[in-house]
């Protein structure tokens, strides 16, 4: 399974992003796609997730900025957003959790994976 992430960059305080990311393999299921954050010096926060079924979850600092969503059809998640803050600068990782991946007839449930990461810049 690998997650490929894209549409990171620099933006000026108040400007929109767009990050996508897509899981690719032998997937059978996903349960929740989401996207974590790590500034320098800082530990990895969520950021934002959604599950199969669509319930999200946000960090308090990105509720009402920022919308998680999730093409079940495609494996893919995206993170529409706005009105940011040079406070979200930071590298995105997606994450893909409880995943089910197959090898022929054999199916392997649980695992967690996560992508390489994009840069998020926000100047003010």
């Known amino acids: 399974v690998q997650l490929v992430e894209s549409g990171g960059g620099l933006v000026q305080a108040g400007g929109s992003l767009r990050l996508s990311c897509a899981a690719s393999?032998?997937?059978?299921?996903?349960?929740?796609m989401g996207w974590y954050r790590q500034a320098p010096g800082k530990q990895r926060e969520l950021v934002a997730s959604?599950?199969?079924?669509?319930?999200?979850t946000y960090a308090d600092s990105v509720k009402g900025r920022f919308t998680v969503s999730r093409d079940n059809a495609k494996n893919t998640v995206y993170l529409q957003m706005n009105s940011l803050k040079p406070e979200d600068t930071a590298v995105y990782y997606c994450?893909?959790?409880?995943?089910?991946?197959?090898?022929?007839?054999?199916?392997?449930?649980?695992?967690?994976?996560w992508g390489q990461g994009t840069q998020v810049t926000v100047s003010s």
């Open positions: 393999g032998s997937i059978f299921s996903i349960n929740a």
């Open positions: 959604v599950t199969t079924g669509g319930s999200t």
């Open positions: 994450a893909a959790k409880d995943v089910t991946a197959y090898s022929g007839r054999n199916y392997y449930s649980g695992g967690d994976y």
